[in-house]
């Protein structure tokens, strides 16, 4: 039987395709209706369901979270606000909780504890993104990539082509490299995802992050399972 890993905070998949090719059956759990989700879903608030009795530490294997830190971060720099909802923090508290193996992902700059940073260009992923992953098991990621070559960035409505040939000189007389827009196909097939709607695309973490990440998180499990 595969291992079964809970994807809270599951957004249109991205993790979820990851782990899915590791080797693990996924389950999703978002606020919102995700109707290309590709596996198992379940709309329904990521905290409370860690909170409800429902068996969690029984039903699953393992635990993934990607609590949005956008709001957070906005209003924490904007307003210099202490009394923010800090998704992140009460997350880690539940996830530890229920005792299992789990991973956080977040942005650079969110508050993860012990995080490793994976980047798409080390990763065979032609897309500059760079995130960040908390878990209670050790993580072995690659160095980041070469940023020297061509890549993308998908943000927002965006699909952005870095070339590293040079378009023209700044004032400051350092180089300009030419940044074309391309459309969302290009973004899709960098990031190896062909079942999202564009905004979908730009929240989501490629699969090979999360593959690379539910290898590792197998051997965990069967260590633990042979001990
Ligand atoms: C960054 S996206 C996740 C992207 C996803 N991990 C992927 O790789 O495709 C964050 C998701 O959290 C969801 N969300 C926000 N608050 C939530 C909550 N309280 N419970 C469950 N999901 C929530 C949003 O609807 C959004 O889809």
């Known amino acids: 039987m595969k291992p079964r890993l809970l994807d809270l905070f599951c957004g249109a998949g991205g993790a979820a395709m990851g782990y899915h090719r590791a080797g ?7 606020i ?31 635990i993934h979270a990607s609590p949005p830190c956008q709001a957070y971060l906005v209003a924490n720099n904007i307003h210099g606000r202490t009394d923010h909802p800090d998704l992140i923090a009460e997350t880690r508290e539940l996830l530890q909780e229920t005792g299992l193996p789990y991973v956080i992902e977040n942005v650079p700059g969110a508050p993860l504890e012990n995080a490793v940073t994976i980047c798409g260009l080390s990763v065979g992923v032609n897309v500059k993104r760079h995130r960040l992953f908390e878990a209670n098991f050790p993580i072995m990621v690659p160095p980041c990539g070469d940023h020297s070559g061509d890549w993308l960035l998908v943000f927002g409505h965006t699909v952005l082509e870095r070339s590293k040939q040079i378009d023209r000189n700044t004032p400051s007389g350092g180089p300009r490299f030419r940044r074309k827009h391309v459309g969302t196909d290009r973004g899709r097939e960098a990031m190896g995802i062909d079942w999202m709607n564009r905004d979908e ?27």
């Open 32 to 62: 919102k209706a995700q109707p290309r989700y590709p596996f198992e879903f379940h709309q329904a608030d990521a905290l409370a369901t860690l909170t409800a009795d429902i068996g969690i530490s029984r039903d699953f294997d393992a």
């Open 24 to 30: 693990f059956e996924v389950v999703g759990v978002d």
């Open 201 to 227: 695309l730009s929240e989501a973490i490629p699969p090979p992050y999360t593959e690379l990440i539910g290898y590792q998180l197998l051997q965990h499990i069967r260590a633990g399972v042979a001990a």
